[in-house]
């Protein structure tokens, strides 16, 4: 994608994501991105559901990868955590 | 996939989960399907992520899917539920 339309899911209720991709798709964009770790991954995909089942029924699920970050921890030593990135676009 | 190698991802803790897809594999399965919904599905990506990154490390995620479940409440009317599958096998 030319620019890059990323949404970090975090953890906000999921509508105020659901809005995020529908205003990003409505001032013209023609792919999101929603990127999430950990426990928000689920929310994510709550969140690209809810948009193509009841906002923008056109749009499609491109891709979906996953992946393992480290991070630190404050008690020392590290951790990893899974990451979701989910790309919406319209299905040609 | 010849014969259907599916894991339902739980509450469990998710060594329960990447050991019972370990042992599918080692077992002779060529691919196993990651199944979750809800709050399950970050347990669903962090089993996939742990096999593949610490236990079969040939192994590759070679699709995942989303959907949308409807479900009867208790209190009555239904409400929806997101879902994950995830397919893990051998990348040629």
Known sequence: MSEENV????????????????????EGSEEVLLKARGR???RAVDTAEIVRNRFLTDLDILDITTGTEEFE??????????????KLGKSD
């Not at 949404?7 to 409505?26: D, H, P, R, S």
């Not at 921890?73 to 989910?86: A, F, K, L, P």
């Open 7 to 26: 949404i970090y899911v975090g953890t906000k209720e999921v509508m105020n994501y659901v809005l995020a991709v529908t205003t990003q798709f409505n």
């Open 40 to 42: 928000a991954i689920n």
């Open 73 to 86: 921890r404050e008690e020392g030593g590290t951790s990893n955590v899974s990451t979701i990135t989910i």
